[in-house]
């Protein structure tokens, strides 16, 4: 018999990965944009994400609808822990969604909207970590109901997470832009592409480190036999690709320190499955006991099967036909 339940995780979870994928270097631009005052290299990394930006977004449109077709539990036990949180971000999105647009309208206040879509950049990266890290730490539910408080969410894991997740943005971003960018900006992100691959360990071993000793269920999983010998590959690969960006940028090769930061973030985000399964609404409650009934999963899916290769296709296009390399004075972008 068909696992549905199990399907709609699979839907949700690549759209959540593909979400931090794509809106995590477009999110990192704007985080890198202290690290550049010409204004007409800050021209370029907007125009790098001008074509995409808004479509980047479609993904966690998706992962939150399918969150709430296929498991209403969660959707409204994860909602009400993290209201706070997730209205932050949203309220960041919006700002640094107008600055883009504005940015490039405006003569006189350029230097505003540029502030604009630095800080929503940096608070709606941060705010998105907070919202993982409170996840991780679970959330206290009474027969599925949340019964914790509305500030729950804010704890020093928490925050740490946040700042995680800025730095793995604005490695995403970097990443980014070595590959669609060249001449001085470019060399500028293969200057700075080590210092947040760095950065980036340092916050991946941190919490690492925290999570299975606060977390005893965690620990278990992690690192009894036979587990630890399935999953000591993950902690091996990320020492890996770490290296492989460090000496990519040395040797001021193009693609790949952006392919090799994509292989960090799906191993953080294979770590994360990991410790977490089979719970939906940590530390407890299963995907199976949140899920909607089984005609209710057979009707949405339908929709999926339709709509999803419609928005992956759509997306496929958008990136093929804005391929190339971007350079200062490109016109057509804005």
Known sequence: MIDLALIWVGIIGLGVLIYVVMDGFDLGIGI??????????????????????????????????????????????????????????????IFRGVAFEFRFKA???????????IWGSILSSFFQGVILGAYIQGIETTHGIYSGGAWDWLTPFSIFSGIGVVAMYAALGCGWLILKTEASLQHTMYQLMPKLIIALLIIFAGVSLYTPFTHPEIAQRWFSLPNLFYFSPVPILVLLFVWL????????????????????VFLAFTGFIISLWPNIIPPSVTIWQAASPESSLKFTLVGAVILIPIIMTYTFLSYWVFRDKVRIGDEGYH
């Not at 960006?245 to 960090?264: E, N, R």
């Open 32 to 93: 890198l944009f202290p690290f550049i005052q010409d204004h007409q290299e800050r021209d370029v990394m907007m125009n790098t994400v001008a074509p995409v930006w808004d479509g980047n977004e479609t993904w966690m449109v998706l992962g939150g609808a399918s969150l709430y077709a296929a498991f209403p539990l969660a959707y409204a036990t994860i909602l009400s822990a993290l209201y706070l949180p997730i209205t932050f971000m949203v309220v960041a999105l």
């Open 245 to 264: 960006i460090i000496s990519a940028c040395k040797k001021q090769q193009d693609v790949k320190p952006f392919i090799y930061t994509l292989a960090l």
């Open 107 to 117: 003569t006189r206040t350029k230097y505003l909207w540029d502030q604009a879509f």
